[in-house]
């Protein structure tokens, strides 16, 4: 069944006898790493025919295409306003993304709007946590707030991750495969653990981070422990999301650019690893991308991790990207020049159309025809005007490289 925005609206009108407990939170039913490309060309050969995956896998694979896909972070939500009219039906964040039905119509919204390469999963970083043994809630204004973890006695509170208790993950992500047709990328995405355990540590959003420094720095084994759970229950679930749909995996660790090089070596890369790994040894062929927010001083070792795509932020040049993410592989032993993701400023948006063309052309132009999936060097403003979205959409689909 597609969703329709008539048939949305009949689901609306129907969930009118839908009582929702918002008290309550909803049911949750050092390896050599071949590259994305290598396996989808190793798969083409042996099958004889040409690969039939959407834009956005080819590119993030670094084969030839025939254009530069490009996607959003955070394309689905606040800045629409079809989200933000949902919001008065459904007020509480966990309700949007954990009712399958609610997830897919606001996943589907940018893609229905836009006609973006890639739809993602609308969900967040944190709805694994319950299962790992840490509940949380979402205040709208405030974030997330949880019991902060701050020993080893609150350590043994974790417990491994059943992933099939969040079938709603599941459900959400099977319709989405049948709504979005061929050419559109199903994306899915889960948190690393550096960055999960910042707000497990600290029991809520941070500015600086404090919290999980002193344990690093204190109690680096505790802290250690925590990660170790985490990475082994994270990479479970970024397979689950794979064998139910997910045709790329984003692994966000946004927060580790606040870490020192020395520290993002210990305490974030190695975890990041972990998960891209077990992705790679039970599904060669999907491609991964990795994206840390103000990580102009750790490119190079973001694709020490093998990941097959980096998520640049608009901070940093994107020929000069490129470049580094081809160092950095090269330093680590891994084939290829990798992928590149990004970048442009998303304040970029709030200006006109003359200055968002030049700007997605620039960055185009730097980054070359292959290996680059064209987005925003992080998550686009709630403050965004939709046509804006739209004419930068409409610019990278429209614009071709010189032969």
Known sequence: MKFTAAAFLSLVVASDAFAFNTNQNPPRTSTVMNS????????????????????????????????????????AGRHIKEYRDLCKKYPT????????EVAVEVSLQPWRNYQTDGCILFSDILTPLPGVGCEFTIDEKLGPIMDPMKNWDDLKKMKPMDPSEFGFVAETLKILRDEVGPETAVLGFVGCPYTLATYMIEGKTSKEYLEIKKMAFNEPKLLHAILQNLADSIGDYAL??????????QIF????????????????????????????????EIPTVTYIKHSGA??????????????????????EGRERVANGRKAAGLKGRGGVQGN????????????IKE?????????????????????????????????????????????
């Open 36 to 75: 994305a490309v290598d396996e989808a060309v190793s798969a083409d050969s042996s099958s004889g025919a040409a690969t039939q995956d959407p834009l956005l896998i080819r590119a993030a694979r670094g084969e030839k295409v025939e254009r530069t896909p490009v996607w959003m972070m955070r394309q």
């Open 93 to 100: 964040f966990r309700q949007r993304s954990e009712i399958p």
């Open 240 to 249: 689950y999301q794979i064998e139910n749909g997910a045709q790329l995996i």
């Open 253 to 284: 660790d946004s927060w580790a650019g606040h870490l020192s090089p020395r520290d993002y070596e210990e305490f974030a890369a190695p975890y990041q690893k972990q998960i891209l790994d077990k992705i790679k040894a039970k599904h060669p």
């Open 298 to 319: 750790l490119i190079e070792r973001m694709a020490g991790t093998g990941v097959d795509v980096v998520s640049l932020d608009w901070t940093v040049d994107m020929a």
């Open 344 to 355: 442009l400023d998303p304040a970029i948006l709030l200006s006109n159309h003359d200055t």
């Open 359 to 403: 700007r997605a052309e620039e960055i185009l132009k730097k980054a070359g025809p292959t290996g680059h999936v064209m987005n925003l060097g992080h998550g686009i403003e709630a403050c965004t005007p939709e046509e804006n979205a739209h004419f930068f959409i409409q610019t990278v689909r429209n614009y071709r490289h010189e032969e």
